[in-house]
C-alpha cells in the first residue's frame, strides 16, 4: 500500500482507575506537525476499551496518543511513525492505568451520545461525534495511468485530481457520513475515463458539480440502494437506475478536463466536484470506508478499472501492481506538479525510483525533491511548493 502512502494502524486502548474499567474516557490521536489535526477518536465502553482504525500517512514522523477524562490529560505520548526496522506503525495496544478514581466526573453530554461535549465534533447530533480530515495536511493528489493491464509510459498525468475528505464517525467509531472535494487537474491522455468510488451499503447522494469557472452546472440530491459504483462527476441521478459506465448520465475525462499535461500548454481549470454521502446503516471502519476509500478509475477505450494497489489482492498477487511491482495509480499526500507529457515520473522527481524500490522506506517525501534539471519535466502548476535537495538520488 505504499502508493497510497498511507497505513492502516489498528487502535486498542484500555484504561483503567482503582476501581477497574473507565467508561467514557477520550481517546485521541493526532498530527502534532499538521495543528494537531485528528486522525482518530473514540470514547471507552463499559470495558475501559477503544478499539478502531487511524491511517496515517508514511511521510508523518510521530503522532500524538492522548487520553483525556473530562477536561484532564491523564495521558499524553509522542509515538514514532516508524519501528526500529525501518517498518511503519501497524498497531497502537495500550493499557492505561491511573492510581485515581476516574469515575467520579460527570462530563456534560447534551446528545445523550457518550461523548462529551468538549470532544464532540457535533454536540447537538447524537448520531456522529468526530470529524476526521483526510490527509492531515488538507491536499492530497491522485494520478493514474491508464493503458491498464500493460505498463504504461509512467509519465503520471492520464488522470491527475486533486482530493479532499471528512468523515463523520459515531461514538462507536462507526462512518456514518463522508464529504469529499474532487478538482480534476490535468488529463494527459488520448482515451476517455469515468472517475468513481467504491464503498458499502446503501444511503443519500448529495453532488454538485462545477465547471472550471467555478459556476454550478449539476446539482444531485437522491438515494442510492448501492453505493459499489458511486460517479463523482454526475449530470444526473438517472444512472442509479441503471449503473453502466456508458450511462449518458456521467461526465467522461474529456468533457471535464484540458491537457494540461504539455511543455507548451497554459492551465486551464477543469471541472470539480463536491459530495456527501449519508448512510443508511453505519459502517464499520475498514479498509473500504477509509479515505481516500476505493477511488478508481474506468477506462472507457479499452473496457478496463484501474485501482489502487493493495485492494485487490488474490494468492499473494495484486491485481493492480505489474510484473516489476509497479503501480497504475499513486497517491501524493501534498501539492503536487505533475510529469510533463512522455516524461517518466524519475525525470521529474529523481528520488521516486528510491523510494519504490525501498517499498517506501527511503525518501518518503520523494514528491518534495526537485533539482535545476528536474524541473525541467514536471507541468508547473503549483508555484508555493518548498522544495528539498535531491540528496543524491540522480
Not at 125 to 137: G, I, L, N, Q, Y
Not at 142 to 165: Q, R, W
Request: proline share 5%; net charge negative; aromatic share 12%.
Amino acid at each position: 500500500m505504499i502508493f497510497k502512502q498511507l497505513v492502516d494502524v489498528n487502535v486498542q486502548i484500555t484504561v483503567l482507575d482503582i476501581d477497574g474499567p473507565v467508561q467514557g474516557a477520550v481517546v485521541l490521536i493526532s498530527d502534532p506537525a499538521n495543528n494537531n489535526v485528528n486522525l482518530f477518536q473514540g470514547v471507552t465502553n463499559e470495558n475501559g476499551i477503544v478499539t478502531g482504525i487511524a491511517q496515517i500517512s508514511t511521510n508523518i514522523q510521530s503522532i500524538l496518543l492522548e487520553v483525556k477524562v473530562g477536561d484532564e490529560v491523564i495521558y499524553s505520548d509522542n509515538i514514532n511513525n516508524r519501528c526500529d526496522l525501518g517498518q511503519y506503525l501497524v498497531r497502537i495496544d495500550r493499557q492505561i492505568v491511573s492510581d485515581d478514581d476516574l469515575n467520579n466526573d460527570n462530563p456534560i453530554d447534551s446528545d445523550g451520545d457518550g461523548t462529551p461535549d468538549n470532544h464532540d465534533d457535533y454536540p447537538d447530533d447524537p448520531t456522529r461525534a468526530t470529524k476526521v480530515v483526510f490527509p492531515s495536511s488538507g491536499v492530497a493528489i491522485v494520478t493514474f495511468e491508464d493503458l491498464y493491464p500493460v505498463p504504461g509510459d509512467a509519465d503520471f498525468n492520464d488522470v491527475v485530481i486533486k482530493i479532499y475528505n471528512e468523515e463523520d464517525l459515531n461514538t462507536q467509531g462507526q462512518v456514518v457520513r463522508i464529504r469529499g472535494k474532487y478538482k480534476f487537474l490535468a488529463k494527459g491522455a488520448g482515451y476517455n475515463h469515468i472517475v468513481l468510488i467504491k464503498l458499502p451499503g446503501s444511503g443519500t447522494v448529495i453532488q454538485n458539480v462545477y465547471d472550471g469557472n467555478n459556476n454550478l452546472v449539476n446539482q444531485i440530491n437522491t438515494h442510492a440502494d448501492s453505493l459499489q459504483k458511486l460517479p463523482l462527476f454526475l449530470k444526473d441521478s438517472l444512472f442509479f437506475a441503471n449503473p453502466v459506465y456508458t450511462s449518458s448520465s456521467l461526465y467522461n475525462t474529456g468533457e471535464l478536463c484540458f491537457h494540461n499535461s504539455k511543455k507548451d500548454n497554459v492551465y486551464i481549470p477543469c471541472y470539480s466536484s463536491e459530495f456527501e454521502v449519508i448512510f443508511d446503516e453505519p459502517q464499520a471502519k475498514t479498509k473500504a470506508t477509509s479515505a481516500p476509500y476505493d477511488l478508481y478509475i474506468y477506462v472507457l477505450n479499452t473496457g478496463k478499472e484501474i485501482h489502487f494497489p493493495g485492494l485487490y489482492v488474490n494468492n499473494g498477487v495484486d491485481s493492480y501492481l505489474d510484473d516489476d511491482g509497479f503501480p497504475w495509480a499513486l497517491l501524493v499526500p501534498s501539492e503536487w506538479n505533475w510529469p510533463y507529457e512522455r516524461k517518466y515520473i524519475t525525470n521529474g522527481y529523481p528520488c521516486f525510483d528510491e523510494w519504490y524500490m525501498s517499498h517506501g522506506v527511503n525518501y518518503t517525501d520523494w514528491f518534495l525533491r526537485v533539482d535545476t534539471t528536474s524541473q525541467n519535466y514536471i507541468f508547473p502548476y503549483y508555484n508555493n511548493i518548498n522544495y528539498l535537495d535531491t540528496n543524491g538520488c540522480r
